[in-house]
């Protein structure tokens, strides 16, 4: 009754202070950035945490898909177990758990599963992105679950003009091959978008390939100059091959292509809906107010064959979401007042139904959750603004064990809040300090041990005796703008968790370390150097850099002082992005990650993993017509032929999973 009456008073606060006031208009312009506050801000005011990766860069990087172009990103490591469609982000060294760390938005709808899964990067193709735009640091208050590394929002493409046709078409190494198609247009007030994808992929290990498919279509239209209304859906269908893990022992006789388990795969057939109304509720010179409400549904099956058939599942998950907000600009006195309350309800259930040594299931989970949550953001002075924010979040999980005839429940819930300031002592310059608190519930699947693993032999089912995971992030930083186009941004962080969830891959059972400490800086320095040098040859000439520092340990325990592994303590990446001749253009991008323990050595007593270096390139010529505009590219990954792990396994043999050699990839983009 307490959360309650605390949140209706912020509620009374925020309305009261929206509708009593006289002053100056509101100024909405220049809106770009909306994650990092979850209501517009202007992406040139966003604090050094944030990063836009705008649709000029993603073109301009011909990256094929999400990871790679997060690769390079400032405090972002990128993994795979040797598919793309196992790719995982790592934001603020979370490493093997980084898939229910890190939350992957599209649009603001949740991508991560409520299962261990996390986000499937493969089903969110590159040509349909506008922009990204990420959030390092905690986010519980604002977007609840899975929110503890940082944010990544991806948003799709509008149409903004008459209707146009786009067709890419790319063939590459290990026999890669894509076709893609994007139809937009407006017409009076209806925005309209049709999208199909189709991809396939040899691989560069022996049982590797995969195919998908995507379809995908956006309505929308404007009631009224204050009501519009959205509608879009899609659909996804892959069938994956897995080439497993590799054992030392392994390699001589099975090269690194090889593979111990040539019949191990999965299908996944996807589909989703979401609609959206948008309802500006008071248009006033000294007042908005906002209303946005949004239904989604997403259903996904997956068929899943692993150890060559000894372990074989049937997995269904169907969500439901109602997701309320409303958003209030107004002016306090001679200051503005920016604050948001909403409610996040969904409703999840899991089917499971598994055979085999690993595997043997016949359940249902079910999951309800719902947060409220309420933010107040206040320009203090013409320089110093502030802001606070706290969420009330549960949940409730139902277990039904048909092949035992058991039912159990949990009802886990979470009180979280946040504060911070910011302080702009130039134009696009500022200093920032934030606390908040974050919180991690139990996806569904690691409440249930799935199947007799040494060394402890446990049985299959519920274990109850799992906790929630909490902490607490500290970060301050600046972000400068050094005149004649450089730019550079420093942040520090400390994130003490509690309870933190892991998964043994060595016992398939899951558990809670008792605490562990996150530390680290993060900067990033950028030079347009065309602001500087005059040189007519060139359209474009921008350089980048990123380099992070963590450090992440145990902080008691049977582990206490040793390294959380498969976190590296150094990530460096740089790169070149040139515009030329008025057709041309040229990138060269080089990442390095540093050595780390491998997954499941928390005593730290294994040799390290080895620090990989990774250089991309890529070619473009491009011409723009008065009705036909096209392009042809090149692109080379992994340029120097490096050979590394993507991920490695500590156990009775250290399993390992190769990285892809160097690859080559050509395509052609043509619009009309």
Known sequence: MKKIFVFLLCLGVLVSWGLDVHAQTVDLGKIMVVTAKRAPQPAQEASSNVTVITRGEIEASHAQNVP????????????DNGTAKTSSIDIRGFGDASKQNVLVLVDGRRTNSIDISGADFIQIPVELIDRVEIVRGGGSVLYGDNAIGGVVNIITRQSREKMDVQTVSTAGSYDTYGQDILVSGTDADTRYQAYYKYYEDGGFRQNSDGVSRDGNVKLGHDVSDKVSVDFQAGAHDDLQHY?????????????????????????TKEWYAESALKWLSVDEVDYQGTFELTLNRRDREVFSSYFDGSTVTNSGIRSDGVLLKYISESMLGSRALTGIIGVDYYDHENEILGSGLFNSEDLTISKTEIGVYTTLDYELTDQLSANVGTRYHQAEYTFTQRDIAANASQRPDEWVSQGGVEYKYAENSFLHADVRQTFRFLATDEWYSSGFAPPDFIAPGLNPGLKQQTGTEYEWGVKHDLGSGVN????????????????????????NYDKTRRIGFEF???????DVFDWQAFDRFDLKGAYTWQQAEFRDGIYDGHEVPFVPEHQLSAGVDLGFWGHYGFSLTGSYAGSSYPVNDQANAK?????????????????????????IFGRIENLLDNEYNSYEIEGSNRAI????GREFLVGAKLKF
């Open 68 to 79: 790679d172009l997060l690769r390079t990103q400032l405090g972002i490591r990128v993994f």
């Open 657 to 660: 999973y190769p990285a892809s």
């Open 524 to 530: 990033s320095p950028s030079w347009d150097v065309l």
């Open 607 to 631: 040799p390290r993993i080895k620090p990989h270096t990774v250089f991309d390139t890529q070619l473009s010529y491009e011409s723009l017509g008065e009705n036909l505009d096209w392009e």
């Open 488 to 511: 550079v941004s420093l942040t520090n962080y400390l994130h003490d968790i509690k309870d933190e969830i892991y998964f043994d891959p060595g016992t398939f059972l899951n558990g």
């Open 243 to 267: 080439p497993g893990s590799l054992r030392l022992i392994d390699l001589p006789s099975k090269s690194r292509k090889g593979t111990r388990f040539p019949h191990d795969f999965a299908r």
